[in-house]
């Protein structure tokens, strides 16, 4: 209890728990924020978005419209991602008849850069390894 002499002076009890100071907890210890990028309206609608970037950042991939078409020709990509506004390389993908399973990504080029979190346009995206993402399964579910 608190005597009438501390309460005038502005003298309050603890509120802190036996637990909390056992455990050694600060008040003013500095704490970690978890800082979440926010997503667009485009990666909230489209998992294969976020499945692109997981792969980008955890994976092993490779940008560019010659060496996309260099490893199509051998078959060294397990997955091949091309922008939806280039026409001329899908054709060319075609004519390979390459085994590699080829997604068109919905967006333009400059989408897909944005996605790999490039400042540039991207035409297609080589993937080798997946990382942790699951975009392998999402190709599997899209082609059933």
């Known amino acids: 209890m608190v005597d009438e002499k501390e309460e005038k002076m502005g003298v309050e009890e603890s509120t802190e728990t036996d637990s909390e100071l056992e455990a050694g907890k600060d008040e003013?210890?500095?704490?970690?924020?978890?800082?979440?990028?926010?997503?667009?309206?485009?990666?909230?609608e489209n998992p294969l978005s976020a499945a692109i970037r997981l792969a980008v950042e955890s994976g092993k991939v490779e940008f560019g419209s010659n060496i996309g078409l260099k490893n199509a020709?051998?078959?060294k990509a397990k997955l091949f991602v091309v922008a939806g506004n280039v026409s001329g390389v899908m054709e060319k993908f075609k004519a390979l008849k390459s085994e590699v399973p080829t997604i068109?990504?919905?967006?333009?080029?400059?989408?897909?850069?944005?996605?790999?979190?490039?400042?540039?346009p991207i035409s297609i995206l080589s993937i080798y390894?997946?990382?942790?993402?699951?975009?392998?399964?999402?190709?599997?579910?899209?082609?059933?």
Request: hydrophobic share 30%; net charge positive.
């Open 129 to 144: 390894e997946q990382g942790s993402s699951n975009i392998l399964d999402l190709v599997k579910k899209k082609a059933k």
């Open 104 to 120: 068109e990504f919905e967006g333009s080029s400059i989408d897909l850069g944005s996605i790999c979190g490039k400042p540039f």
């Open 28 to 44: 003013y210890a500095p704490t970690k924020k978890v800082v979440r990028r926010r997503k667009s309206k485009k990666e909230k």
């Open 73 to 75: 020709a051998v078959g």
